[in-house]
């Protein structure tokens, strides 16, 4: 058992061999759940005034779930599982709220880990196989999860902004896709803090992006750390802090 603090932990999920297989992982976990149903109104007694987790399997019968879940209890994290064949869904979570988007097939340990990071870091986590699908948001001129404050890119702009990046900003800038906060990549690159800030903020100013979140989209989008196969690592983290 954890000996971090619990989280109030609520699973959704239909299917009942999912629903319990979410289940045996968190038990031994800080996130044991403490009700699993298939309905929302059949999870009991939810705390609406401090955080709790919902750990949500999404499809097509139930499309709002997660906004639902967001405006009832507006504290809680969010955390969407759908197959694979349903990608649709987890895109559709995101921009209701959820907090983190998985498909069913994830293993274990990144699962555990996934939650790990949004209770503790506040990231967005996205299924890095999610991308290579090339799901087209509504607005197709726009690639996102909801973000507080949007950019376009101009197509065909990657490679000159990439040129003005520097080695050390582009290195950088994948430590945070990878969902780094300044604190961890000053420690992995073994300089100070107040150094990683001058280069986050100057990789800011130089792709146009006004937060971390926005720099990990914007390196999202133009594949900059594809490995080979095409796809980049799981999870990839989207840092939705402030931080800067």
Not at 53 to 60: A, E, K, S, T, W
Not at 104 to 128: H, K, R, Y
Not at 224 to 241: Q, T
């Amino acid at each position: 058992m954890s000996l971090e603090p619990a989280v109030p932990t609520f699973i959704l999920q239909r299917d009942g061999l999912v629903r319990e297989g979410i289940r045996l992982i968190l038990s031994t976990t800080r996130f044991s759940p403490q009700a699993c149903a298939i309905e929302l109104r059949d999870l009991g007694e939810i705390p609406s005034d401090r955080p709790v987790l919902f750990v949500v399997g999404v499809g097509p019968n139930d499309p709002t779930i997660c906004s639902r879940i967001r405006e009832h209890y507006p504290l809680a994290v969010v955390v969407a599982v759908a197959d694979e064949s349903d990608p649709e869904s987890l895109s559709n979570a995101l921009e209701d709220g959820a907090s983190a988007a998985l498909f069913s097939s994830v293993s274990p340990d990144a699962f555990v880990g996934t939650l790990q990071a949004v209770i503790n870091e506040g990231l967005v986590l996205i299924d890095a196989r999610l991308w290579s699908l090339e799901i087209q948001p509504k607005n197709e001129e726009r690639l996102s999860p909801p973000l507080q404050n949007e950019i376009s890119w101009v197509p065909g702009d990657e490679v000159q902004v990439t040129k003005q990046l520097s080695s050390r900003e582009i290195a950088i800038l994948e430590r945070i896709v990878q969902g780094d906060s300044n604190k961890h990549v000053a420690r992995f690159f073994n300089i100070a803090e107040p150094t990683v800030k001058a280069h986050v903020k100057a990789i800011l100013r130089k792709i146009g992006a006004s937060n971390r979140t926005q720099a990990a989209m914007w390196a999202v989008h133009h594949r900059l750390f594809e490995h080979p196969n095409g796809a980049m690592s799981l999870p990839a983290l989207l840092d939705n802090s402030s931080e800067h």
